[in-house]
């Protein structure tokens, strides 16, 4: 079982990181920060750049593959016609994940790490509207999309409902109160990886 870790900070990630290992110590985790262009990021000078590994993979190898896809629409509404679609007119869009904000070097490595997953999970301190549009959950559920792994959040505190969050491609959004990281991980990975 390999997880994926992700968060806005050093800090975070390695709290994020320790914590999960604890929990289920035979998953193999990698942790990275990531720091989108444009924002203080809060690494200091010395800190990661954006989808640096940050902490070496624990011990473990895997099996038990979870897997989730993004939203499927089927067919399009009664009030698209077929004059409505083209190039023009392309029709609804499939609900997912936000585009990435990442420059593509970093985005494609954030993406193959994703690929080498069975679960995403993201840290932010709250989760608003705004957070499924800008930022890690954003970045963490674009680079999971396309090979279908599903994404977590974990939070202090989430202010968007299922129907926002799962639209945004998540599968899970988890408020944990007072660090308790290890419920999270319990819920996510097998019981052979604890």
Do not use: F
Not at 47 to 59: C, K, L, M, S, V
Not at 88 to 109: F, K, N, Q, T
Request: charged share 20%.
């Amino acid at each position: 079982m390999h997880v994926l870790l992700l968060a806005e900070t050093l800090p975070d990630a390695e709290r994020l990181a320790s914590a999960w290992r604890a929990a289920a110590p035979h998953a193999e985790t990698e942790a990275r920060a990531v720091r989108l262009p444009g924002s203080a990021g809060g690494h200091g000078s010395g800190g990661a750049r954006a989808g640096e590994q940050i902490t070496a993979p624990a011990h473990g190898t895997g099996g038990g593959v979870l897997l989730a896809g993004a939203a499927i629409p089927v067919g399009r509404p009664a009030a698209v016609g077929p004059q409505d679609v083209g190039p023009a007119h392309p029709g609804p869009s499939a609900p997912g994940p936000a585009p990435s904000a990442l420059p593509r070097a970093e985005g494609d490595a954030l993406m193959a790490a994703a690929e080498r997953a069975d679960v995403v999970v993201a840290y932010v301190t709250r989760l608003d509207g705004d957070g499924l549009h800008h930022g890690v959950v954003v970045e963490a559920a674009a680079a999971a999309a396309p090979h279908a792994v599903p994404v977590v959040v974990v939070t202090g505190r989430s202010e968007v409902s299922r129907r926002e969050w799962s639209t945004a491609g998540l599968s899970g959004v988890h408020e944990v109160a007072d660090g308790d990281v290890a419920r999270v991980a319990r819920t996510w990975t097998p019981a052979w990886t604890r």
